[in-house]
């Protein structure tokens, strides 16, 4: 029997509806808190140099309050570290940041990067803390990622996801690879980036995937169904999903 998908929500866009008009509210804390309640398996925030969702007191709150697991998506800088190193989360994705970025564009460079990635791969793993690195479904960067002494790897999956006509089979493709490459390292492998109920049975049914992270579509469709509606339908999408064969993609 293939091993239960697990889920984890990023709750970054409950704070940035909150932000456009500031105030308390919605709170990401009782996102997180129905995350947990719709039968999510863990919370995602990025807390971003800019602070443009999530908050220091958001994260602080999210550290102390919630069941779930937390997962703290961040770039490589000091100020980061430190608070990580202060808050010790389950675990940290190193991601790429630029200050005029909408969205996280593309995986974090681990190849070119990791002279300076190393340090900070050590301290949170010294720490106890899961480190991931967010990456290009490439095999350059599969490698580098074990070097680097990263037990886990997050696949970026958004080429497929903004993929249309002929060009999805094979950006699927090179995530149904790169995972396969990952078991073979070794590494736990994880995906996420504009995943939504259309996109994400495909990646779902990809047995060596193990975490998929989704958030900005179950924000958005809560507008319509609630956060707890959409994250159950999304968790049945992936369960349906996982129960069937693997995708079959040519070599």
Not at 229 to 235: D, E, N, P, Q, S
């Amino acid at each position: 029997m293939t091993a239960r998908l697990r889920l984890g929500v990023n709750i970054d866009h409950v704070a940035t509806i909150r932000n456009a008009r500031g105030g308390r509210y919605p709170d990401p804390l009782r996102a997180a808190r129905i995350s947990a309640e719709a039968g999510a398996d863990g919370i995602t925030a990025h807390l971003r140099e800019d602070r443009r969702h999530i908050s220091d007191g958001d994260i602080e709150r999210l550290s102390e309050e919630i069941v779930l697991p937390l997962n703290l998506e961040m770039a490589a800088t000091p100020e980061m570290l430190a608070i990580a190193l202060r808050h010790k989360p389950h675990a940290v994705c190193l991601v790429p940041e630029k200050r005029r970025e909408l969205t996280t564009e593309g995986g974090l460079d681990a190849a070119a990067g990791k002279d300076h990635l190393a340090s900070y791969v050590s301290a949170l793993g010294e720490a106890g803390i899961r480190v991931s690195l967010f990456i290009d479904p490439e095999t350059v960067q599969l490698e580098a990622a074990k070097a680097l002494g990263a037990p886990v790897v997050e696949l970026h999956t958004g080429a497929y996801c903004d993929a249309s006509g002929g060009a999805v089979a094979p950006e699927l493709g090179r995530l149904v690879r790169a995972a396969e490459k990952a078991r073979g390292l070794g590494l736990e492998c994880h995906a996420g980036h504009g995943l939504s109920y259309d996109t994400v049975g495909p990646v779902a049914a990809i047995p060596t995937i193990v975490e998929l992270n989704i958030g900005h579509f179950l924000v958005g469709e809560a507008i319509f169904s609630g956060l707890g509606g959409a994250i159950k339908h999304m968790r049945a999408l992936m369960d349906e999903a996982r129960a069937r064969p693997r995708p079959q993609v040519s070599a």
